[in-house]
């Protein structure tokens, strides 16, 4: 059954077109990514579970968007659409105009696990996808990827094996060859979720740095609220399963920005802003059951 998405309006815009302003007013006829009434379930006809319904989305070429939601809403389910692993029930997915069929290296994906090849170096996975389509000539490869492991900061390192490397190198290595391919996607799926908190902040800090520098589109995917207020130009926040969009969130943060900016009152506000929304979405899922919803009861009583 689909239902149509709502979104209040604040310092927030609706999912479609921010402000008013198509996609294509504010980026010269490039349309980014659009995704428009996505519904997607899975399951028999007679056991079958609605897990995003009525999504749209706009993403401008060049920015930066931040996705949280519940746990379980949906969200890894809306980057495989994204990334064409799977396809939608119904609605539409475009990227730069035309519609998502499958993969592609357009769009590429660094997951919350690393998927770098362990019998292979840090050079070889960085260079794999250009050597396996034989787009690029081997001086160009040579030259793309050694410019690579600069940019990352791994030249010494580029013959270790990824057991050789720490958790922050592996994710590294694995921008390093999402970049290769020189997507206009890049689909990050909580990819700094495993590192401890020091490792964290240092990858979010050297991504920073690196959007800021090359402004590659991006949908980062996440369920720390300031990882994305310190990350995003925008903040898509979900409902509970199954998924719409309940608001975006503008985050007008200067850019170039550091931690500091995370203790600011406007930092703070867009913070409280998501959290509210998230807190209440859970509550949802709490009562979508006899038992759960027993649960919730007993808990306000207990807190009245």
Known sequence: MARKQTSTKS???SGGKPNGT?????TSGKSGLELSNVCKGY??????????????LSILPGELTAVVGPSGCGKSALVNLIAGFELPDSGEILIDGSPVTGPGKDRLVVFQESALVPWQTAYQNVVFGPKLRRDMSPAQIKEEADKLFETVGLVEFKDKYPLQLSGGMQRRA???RAMI???KLMIMDEPF??????????????????????????LFVTSEIEEAIFLADRLVVLSNKPAHVRKVIDIKLE???????????????????AMEILHEEALKGFKS???????????????D
């Open 289 to 303: 059951t006899d038992s759960q919803s027993d649960f919730v009861e007993a808990f306000s009583t207990q807190n």
């Open 43 to 56: 399951g028999d006809e007679w056991a079958r579970e609605e897990v995003l319904i009525d999504l749209s």
């Open 174 to 176: 694995e921008l390093a």
């Open 22 to 26: 198509t996609v294509a007013d504010k």
């Open 193 to 218: 979720r495993g590192l401890d908190a020091m490792s964290r902040e240092l990858m979010q800090e050297f991504f920073l740095r690196l959007f800021e520098k090359n402004r590659r589109t991006n």
């Open 181 to 183: 391919n020189q997507p």
């Open 255 to 273: 850019r170039p920005r550091d931690f500091h900016m995370l203790s600011s009152t406007q930092a703070y506000e867009y913070k409280r802003e």
């Open 11 to 13: 310092k927030a815009s």
